[in-house]
């Protein structure tokens, strides 16, 4: 399976934010992006995750499974806001997120005291979600990212709010996904530790 | 999809949830209207029907233009949208849990209103009957509205400003219903198939266009 994006160019307000962007990820293969602050990181990430129209190009899937027509129906994407409701705890939000994303054809998640314990926080699960710090509700928001499979993770910022420990687990999960013949795309400022992972820099449009 | 369904409903009943905020707006209107009008028994029998689905419509309003903007404004509705399932079935499953969380409450506290107002049996529960079919329509038209000012950060006033003038219909048809039911001449089955008809019909047309106007509101 490959994940194309090709002459991707996305427009915010009256400018391009950026332009004719190409890559190809096989399976097993990482991509960083990085770039300075306004330089359309996030807005690339959104543009493969399928929540904003290209000016032009596409993002394609190249021998994936039969019956998904945009890479986004196999995508986790992890954003800037967690997508985890305050008000109920953590096991029900992971609860919920795994029966409503379910599996995609390939693999299968791991149970949620397990994705619990992956992230370091299995004793925590029965508390509501708005109670946790914000270190420890991004790392919740991760592990929703290993209680349903899906082969491409479009990681936005992964690791704002987290500590040297949770960098390295962090490290660890995106890893042992690539080794499964996954698939990832990380926005970041700071480095993920991911040997061999190719990088794209983007400078943005001086005005 | 049913995960979604019962969250939604376990939200609603958890702190910060509209489920019974719109019940006692609801027992709120009714209760003063004996005070304002009067203790003329046979005035406030009249009007009953009529003050009851007022404050029913008003009611299902409230706490409409939080459907969708709190699902944006934590995240979980771009993981929605990137979903396999189209986004429409996932606007219908949430106005199903919408109703069932603020619409169903409000025709089971009718006939304890209807009391307020002395109406007679036979008038609760036609207005019963017909609230039990009319407020699915208001949800399913307050989704396009919320779908609308989905990115707005006041949108609580410009959500029921939009619905108002289309839930008008409900509202005229409903309590039509109602009068046809306890007056003698009038037929009760015309104006209440037309209200179903119209719940139906913004049962399709609700999800579509709400779900059109989420799309175009991604950023």
Known sequence: MRLMAEG???RRGEDLIFNDISFA???????VVTGPNGAGKSTLLRVVAGLLEPESGRVRLEGGPWGFEHPRELSHYLGHRNAMKRELTVEENLTFWQRFLGDSPGGSGIDLVEAAEAVGLAEIIHLPFGYLSAGQQRRMAMAKLIVAFRPIWLLDEPTA???VSADRLFAGLVAAHLDRGGIVVAATHQPLGLAGAKSLEMTGFVH | MIALF??????????GGGAMIGVLFFMTVVAVIPFGVGPDLNLLARIGPAILWIGALLASLLGLDRLFQAERE???????????TPLLLAVLVKCAAHWTATGLPLVIASPFLGLFMNMDEGAIGATMVTLLAGTPAITFIGAVGAAVAVALPRGGLLVSILVLPLAIP???FGV???YAA??????????FMILIAITLFFGVIGPVAAAAALRHSAD
């Open chain 2, 182 to 191: 306890i007056e003698d001449p009038a037929p009760f089955l015309p104006p």
């Open chain 2, 74 to 84: 934590d995240g979980s509705l771009d993981l929605i949208m990137m979903q396999e």
């Open chain 2, 170 to 172: 409900v509202l005229i």
């Open chain 1, 161 to 163: 709010a987290l500590d």
């Open chain 2, 6 to 15: 019962f969250r939604d409903l376990k939200l609603s009943v958890r702190a």
């Open chain 2, 176 to 178: 039509s219903a109602v």
């Open chain 1, 8 to 10: 991707l160019s996305a």
């Open chain 1, 25 to 31: 990820l096989a399976a097993g293969e990482a991509l």
